[in-house]
């Protein structure tokens, strides 16, 4: 037994499904002494134990389904026993011991579904009783006594037995509040005494042979009576004397031989539930309308026609629950369907032919039940609600109208129907409904009018809410509409965090913080950091907070930095306006050193754990499991001895040994079990051993010999003897239970966790808590990223006892686990959770709702969001030549100078001036900038103020451009931040801005400083010519996209169908092996922008000036035969315009918001913003596209497509001339007609290694 100390301060524990049957009670209960509440429910009890008797404190004790048949034992001697609920047993009357009833504190006893024939003997003596339950058994008379000594009862249950009649005394229950006597033979009892039971609120009498003769005929005294059974008493109508219980709450009148309700029962002004099941009502007064608190309303099994339900049901505005199945309903008022609260709606087994079309309306229905109706036609859906939604497409309308409508855009007319209603009833009744309502709308028109004009000189006083909607629907670059993700704080710190004054300190483990106990304050580990909050209240009353973070000497790197972070984070968090103060061990401030009311201490060592990665020599265990089924698509594995013994034919085994996982297939093994376990091993490999372990399959009759030797087999041979079958068919792996342990001042209580269906989850399990969960041959400590230090000492304490105390097989474990860290065996015991094999339900909706999930109903539930608004905001026009040019010239006046550096192996150097602009797709570069910032002048100037004024005009921001070519790798930022960095932070301090920014992603502003000569060459600087073979050819394309801003000459793969009559490029082909010689093409097409030409001329110029290399301009049609074609491979047919360039537009989609985003990226876009995890869309004015990445989930291709059809379905509106189709493209797979619309296309980036 583990001797722990823990025993004795355990206030409470839930042994609920443990096996206690032949003695194995635990032992070790006795040592319990402070237990206050006990559950051994479903334990197998055939007596009392008598460790119960050692547990004096006991004050709550449950034996529910046991098979108990004598209390006799150590009950009698628990003299603070309060509760006592012997449910479900075997229990007979002579089984009692009538000392039971002397204990003084007695006050609620559960005695339902036993075998008693009596009242047990001496029950009167047990005067504190508040609650008696003496349901399901065999009593026929209760003694007169009883209820003159149990006076106090709050609660009586007798239903269920064979009682005739009831004592006189019971008018003495004064005080009762719960009277239920179901199913017992009371045809001749009266009821004279229940006017007096004043108290009473329930009363349930359902199959007590009530008539109308044998009711009170009064019952006004009742006032407090809220819930009335009267269910299957064969009543022919409702007693007049109910009709006077003006409180009722809910009414039970089912399974009655009723034919009509009085208008009487407007009466029940607070009924919410009224069921009237199983009578021979034919029609429900219009009377019913007025009970408008009425929230459920049952009449299944009736004989109600479309007459019988009142047309006024409409004003039922609380109505959630309508069920009239099994009626004679042809059709339902139309007024059932403006109850705004329906969410349920039964008509089963009627005679329904159709519904009203405002069935469609009833948006929070959640049930539409129509079965067996076989003659209903239902009505058709508006034309928005057929179109585009659906759980398929997870509730989201994608229709045009519907999205139009969302992004704030105007909404074209619906076209006119030719299948108008031919109905000449409908006809009538419109016709009918116009005369009456014309005169009504001449009338009203004049107001009408008078009101508009009155909101239209209120807009041109101010400007509107709409005015401004309409602004933020302008195009705008799509960085500019991205959002900081909001940071939940309470995921970090408690809701209480700063609310108390007073110290709160907590330390860092795994990145995250965690709050220590009071006792531990002062006391510091030297390889840990914690944040100090000290709260108190100013002089006005308001909190105030001082926020410390301690940096101990050997702490690590990740501690130091995320206790920083965490301690801006807890300034935010609070919205205090101090400054967080860094103190370092040794070196603490006396501002700091007051805050504790003794000298801090210094601990040797570290507490917590490093969120790093820690290399450590780990010891495994060597496990067998067997694989069983769990579930449709699940697997249980059942850990059995490691030997080979336990093998058997018909299963898979995993024997897991570490860094080997042997997968063992019995030779009647299952194939599916075979692929799970496979998998299981996998993931194991994977999540747990850092893909550092081999799994081997062993095929019967061929093991190897470290498999046998594993068995316990030393020369490592398989046995001579065959493998036995010897495990039972029926084999049912042991329930697990899941406990939380719960800590308070000086107690512990393990109380189990309610599973709902049975089913473990992982919600269940919440972050601030410890649980153990109980599988019997494993013991799981589960440990919540928030739960408290004490706690999770307190819970290893309890496994240990809890492991000892239950008989266990040697191979029994116990595991503790991290939240986070979870291992995939863990992982398996909950459902849903990290799954073998995962169902995809948006895939295989179909097939799941063959087997009874209503996922129609779960569909509704979701509140599912979806933004499409980026498709219908027009295009981003074109920056205009002299706008640009206005830009550029602001921005290089503003800069006062600018360094260029660029990395040459390990360190930065200056960047030669003749290189400025030109940029290397394998290098990093880095551009400081110094800005003058301009100061708004004072308004009353002075001599002063005008030299204060000089004096701020000298002022400078300076920002560090970090640019890195799309070929280069990380190292270049990291070495930039540990070397340039720091030493212009050191230099600027708080004026230093760090831009990083990527090939063709650089701002406008950036782009401007190099006046449209911005060059991007392919390789590495000064990279060294081949040694055999001439110098490769050197194609570049210039082009500008969106403004001349964005213009760049990027170098591209030498290639006749790259040209474009629209655009320019430079053709350089070497000669010999001299890579200074050779000639240069400038090629002009015969569309290209004259501005276009005669930049490209300036640069070729500038780019090429050496007396050995030829220069030639080339306009299109001009090409010479010999080099120009050469030198790109050949002669080919290319593009003679570039219409796209007016269209082109790509869209992002994505769910990293945690719902379905469409997102605009801006007209000068790349090919790497193409990300792997999202879909794009692409519209080049003839064709759009939709790209899938790598990573794309399936939910995002679904939604992605819908909107695609529906971005569509818009321009087929907006520009008619311009039909377009929709293509699929994969990575890597894309054609022409989609690279084009990419400056300087190339292979994809390869991800880092």
Do not use: C
């Given at each position: 037994m583990a001797n722990t100390g823990v025993l004795p301060f355990v206030r409470g524990v839930d042994f609920t499904s443990n096996d206690f049957s032949d003695g194995k009670f635990p032992d070790a209960v006795r040592l319990m002494t402070g237990v206050q509440w006990l559950k051994l429910d479903k334990t197998n009890l055939m007596e009392i134990p008598e460790e119960l008797g050692k547990l004096l404190k006991l004050e709550h004790l449950s034996l529910v389904r046991n098979d108990l048949e004598r209390l006799y034992g150590e009950l009698t001697e628990l003299g603070c026993l309060r509760t006592l609920n012997i449910r479900h047993n075997r229990v007979k009357s002579s089984g009692i011991p009538a000392e039971l009833f002397r204990l003084e504190e007695l006050t609620t006893l559960d005695l339902s579904h036993n075998n008693l024939k009596e009242v047990p003997e001496g029950l009167e003596r047990a005067r504190a009783l508040l609650v008696l339950n003496l349901s399901h058994n065999h009593i026929d008379s209760i003694p007169n006594t009883l209820f003159m000594h149990l006076t106090d009862l709050l609660f009586l249950d007798l239903s269920s037995n064979n009682l005739e009649t009831l004592p006189p005394q019971t008018r003495r229950l004064a005080n009762l509040q719960t009277l239920v006597l179901n199913h017992n033979p009371l045809g001749h009892f009266q009821l004279r005494q229940l006017p007096s039971l004043m108290s009473l609120e329930t009363l349930h009498m359902r199959n007590t042979q009530r008539t109308l003769n044998n009711i009170p005929g009064s019952m006004d005294s009742l006032t407090n009576l809220t819930e009335l059974d009267m269910a299957q008493n064969a009543l022919p109508k409702v007693p007049e004397?109910?009709?006077?219980?003006?409180?009722?709450?809910?009414?039970?009148?089912?399974?009655?031989?009723?034919?009509?309700?009085?208008?009487?029962?407007?009466?029940?002004?607070?009924?919410?539930t009224l069921n009237l099941c199983r009578n021979k009502l034919t029609a429900l007064p219009a009377s019913l309308c007025k009970i408008t608190t009425l929230c459920r309303l049952y009449v299944n099994d009736n004989r109600l026609d479309f007459e019988g339900i009142p047309s006024g049901i409409g004003k039922l505005n609380n109505l959630e629950v309508f069920s009239a199945a099994n009626n004679q309903l042809e059709m339902i008022p139309e007024g059932l369907c403006r109850c705004g609260s329906l969410k349920k709606l039964i008509l089963t087994a009627n005679r329904l032919i159709t519904l009203p079309d405002a069935i469609h309306l009833l948006t929070d229905l959640?049930?539409?039940?129509?079965?067996?109706?076989?003659?209903?036609?239902?009505?058709?859906?508006?034309?928005?609600?057929?179109?585009?939604?659906g759980i398929e497409f997870y509730n989201i309308d994608f229709s045009l109208q519907h999205q139009l409508r969302l992004a704030g855009a105007s909404v074209p007319a619906p076209a006119s129907s030719n299948n108008l209603s031919r109905d000449p009833i409908a006809r009538k009744m419109r016709l009918r409904r116009g005369r009456r309502d014309q005169e009504e709308a001449d009338q009203d028109q004049a107001k009408i009018l008078k009101g508009m004009k009155d909101i239209a000189k209120d807009k041109n006083k101010q400007k509107t809410a709409e005015e401004v909607k309409a602004e933020s629907l302008k195009p705008k670059r799509w960085d500019e509409t991205l959002e900081k993700p909001p940071l939940d704080y309470s995921e970090f710190f408690d809701g209480d965090a700063g609310q108390i004054p007073g110290l709160t300190i907590w330390e860092i483990e795994n990145f995250l913080p965690n709050q220590i106990e009071e006792a531990a304050h002062g006391k510091f580990y030297e390889g840990d950091c914690y944040i100090v909050l000290r709260t108190s209240i100013d002089d006005t009353g308001s909190l105030s907070w001082h926020i410390y973070f301690w940096i101990g000497d050997k702490a690590t790197l990740d501690k130091r930095a995320c206790a920083a972070i965490h301690a801006v984070n807890l300034r935010n968090y609070l919205g205090a306006q101090c400054r967080t103060i860094r103190e370092e061990q040794g070196d603490e401030s006396d501002e700091f050193l007051g805050l504790f009311d003794t000298d801090i201490a210094y601990i040797e060592g570290g507490r917590t754990s490093s969120g790093f990665f820690t290399v450590e020599d780990v010891t495994y265990v060597n496990r067998l499991f067997r694989v069983h089924a769990s579930g449709s698509c699940s697997i249980h594995l059942e850990p059995v001895q490691v030997a080979l013994e336990s093998l058997?034919?018909?299963?898979?085994?995993?024997?897991?040994?570490?860094?080997?996982i042997f997968m063992w297939y019995g030779k009647k093994s299952k194939n599916t079990f075979k692929s799970k376990a496979r998998l299981m091993a996998e993931k194991i490999n994977k999540n747990e051993r850092k893909n550092k372990a081999e799994i081997i399959t062993e095929m019967p009759g061929a093991e190897s010999s470290d498999f046998w030797k594993i068995l316990g087999d030393e020369d490592g041979l398989p046995p001579d003897d065959a493998i036995m079958e010897h495990v039972v068919l029926d084999f049912v792996p042991a329930t697990p239970r899941l406990y939380q342990v719960r800590l308070g001042m000086g107690y512990l209580e393990l109380p189990q966790v309610e599973v709902p269906h049975g089913k473990l989850v992982n919600t269940l399990l919440s972050n601030r808590n410890v649980y153990i969960l109980d599988c019997y041959l494993d013991v799981f400590v589960w440990f919540g990223k928030k739960s408290t230090r004490l706690v999770r000492a307190a819970a290893i304490k309890l496994s240990q006892e809890l492991f000892t105390m239950i008989d266990r097989p040697e191979y029994a474990l116990v595991t503790r686990v991290q939240e986070g860290t979870e291992t995939q065996i863990f992982k398996s015991k909950f459902s849903g959770w990290d799954e073998v094999i995962a169902v995809?339900?948006?895939?295989t909706a179909e097939s799941v709702q063959k087997t009874g999930a209503d996922l129609t109903k779960w569909a509704r539930q979701q509140e599912t969001k979806a933004d499409l608004a980026a498709l219908f905001t027009p295009r981003q026009p074109p920056m205009s030549a002299s706008e640009a040019q206005q830009l550029s010239e602001e921005w290089n006046e503003d800069l006062e100078a600018m360094e260029a550096f660029v990395l040459e192996g390990k360190k930065f150097v200056r960047l030669p001036e003749e290189e400025l602009g030109h940029f290397y797709s394998r290098d990093c570069y880095v551009f400081l900038c110094r800005y003058w910032v301009p100061v708004d002048a004072p308004d009353d100037t002075n001599v002063e103020a005008e030299t204060e004024q000089e004096q701020l005009e000298d002022d400078f921001q300076c920002i560090v451009y970090f640019w890195q070519g799309r070929e280069a790798s990380n190292m270049g930022w990291l070495t930039f931040t540990f070397s340039l960095q720091k030493k212009f932070k050191s230099l600027f301090g708080e004026k230093l801005e760090v831009v990083r920014t990527h090939q063709q992603q650089e701002n406008l502003k950036f782009m401007a400083h190099?006046?449209?000569?911005?060059?991007?060459?392919?390789?590495?600087?000064?990279?060294?010519?081949?040694?055999?073979?001439?110098?490769?050819v050197e194609f570049y394309h210039l082009r500008s996209n969106g403004s001349a801003l964005c213009t760049r000459l990027i170098q591209i793969k030498p290639d006749a169908a790259a040209l474009n009559s629209a655009f320019t490029y430079i053709l350089k082909v070497p000669f010999d092996n001299e890579e200074s010689s050779g000639i240069v093409y400038v090629w002009i097409g015969s569309k290209a922008d004259p501005d276009e030409a005669r930049l490209i001329e300036e640069i070729a110029e500038e780019m090429f000036n050496n007396p050995w290399i030829g220069f030639q301009t080339l306009n299109e049609g001009e090409e010479p035969d010999n080099f120009f074609w050469l030198g790109l491979g050949g002669r080919k047919e290319y593009d003679k315009e570039a219409d796209f360039m007016n269209y082109t537009r790509l869209f992002r989609c994505s769910n990293e918001k945690g719902y379905f985003t469409v997102s605009e990226k801006c007209s000068d876009f790349c090919q790497d913003d193409l990300a792997d995890d999202d879909i794009m869309i692409l519209d080049n004015g003839e064709q759009v596209f939709l790209w899938l990445g790598a990573k794309c989930s399936e939910v995002e291709i679904k939604l992605a497509y819908k909107s695609a059809q529906v971005y569509i379905q818009h321009l087929r509106v907006k520009?008619?001339?311009?039909?377009?189709?929709?293509?699929?493209?994969?990575?890597?797979?894309?054609?022409?007609?989609?690279?084009k619309c990419f400056h300087g296309w190339g292979p994809h980036k390869k991800p880092p290694e």
């Open positions: 004397a109910l009709y006077s219980l003006r409180n009722l709450r809910r009414l039970n009148l089912s399974h009655n031989q009723i034919t009509e309700l009085s208008q009487a029962i407007e009466f029940w002004q607070h009924l919410k959640d049930v539409l039940d129509l079965r067996d109706n076989p003659e209903l036609v239902m009505p058709p859906k508006p034309t928005e609600v057929q179109r585009g939604s058997d034919p018909r299963f898979v085994f995993v024997l897991d040994t570490g860094l080997k995809d339900f948006t895939r190099f006046k449209r000569k911005f060059i991007i060459h392919h390789g590495r600087r000064k990279e060294a010519a081949p040694h055999d073979g001439l110098p490769p520009q008619p001339d311009k039909s377009r189709k929709l293509f699929l493209t994969l990575k890597n797979k894309e054609s022409r007609r989609f690279t």
